[in-house]
């Protein structure tokens, strides 16, 4: 899984492509919460996501309980429509800011 | 039916994926079947790793096996580890919000939602945990 980080301003945008599983969601973990030292607005671009795990959803969580601990925002945006489905069943569209692809 | 056994190591992942994959489209399963399958044998697959007490060196069995009317497929891990259900955690309350969500026991409620049947026994000193999908 790759992450292209995008600084602009306040806002950091990350890129990933391929796989969040149980072997890359640490990498995206450490991406998420390192872009909240700089950003107040921290936006995830699913465009190129293929698949997202539970392990993957944790890194998701912990994003948005550091963006409220930081009173900053997350965003999750070119999310498919599988995905949204999965993020609905956890229960993560009331919690997570989502914009579907 | 088709079975592939791994080392009980994590890096194993993406081999076990492949098989998953390979057996589910050449069954015509559709994508959105695929993805939550993909997620429910990662997460049993992870946690016997992590749980089950298998030393690396041993191996997990996974047995795919499709049925045509009405097409589903089930799948079965073996594994040769301690008595462990990889299935046997509450479900998170998914009613909170994020400050209060915790962290863990999305991926075994992933499974429960998802799968249509689950079934776990341990038998001669084996774990066997079946899981089924209609598609």
Known sequence: MEVNVVSDGTRVTLGFTGRIDTNTSSK?????????????????????????????LRALLIGQKTAASKQASMKVINVNSMIVSLLDSVGFSQILTIEKS | MATLQ?????????????FIDCELLSHD????????????????????????GCPPGETVSID???????????????????PFNPLMKPDPDISLDAESREIGGLGVFIVKQNMD????????????LTITKHF
């Open chain 2, 64 to 82: 795919c096996a499709f049925n045509e009317e009405p097409k589903r497929i089930t799948l079965t891990f073996c594994d040769g580890g301690v």
């Open chain 2, 117 to 128: 049947d689950i079934a776990y026994k341990y038998l001669d000193g084996k774990n066997f």
């Open chain 1, 28 to 56: 995206a973990q450490t991406e998420i919460v390192a872009a909240f030292q700089t950003a107040k607005e921290v936006v995830l671009d699913f465009a190129n996501v293929s698949y997202i795990s539970s392990a993957g």
């Open chain 2, 6 to 18: 791994v080392f009980a190591k994590k890096d194993e992942l993406n081999r076990v994926m492949r």
């Open chain 2, 29 to 52: 399963c559709p994508l959105n079947v695929l993805l939550v399958v993909e997620i429910a044998v990662e997460e049993i697959f992870v946690n016997i790793v992590s749980y089950s």
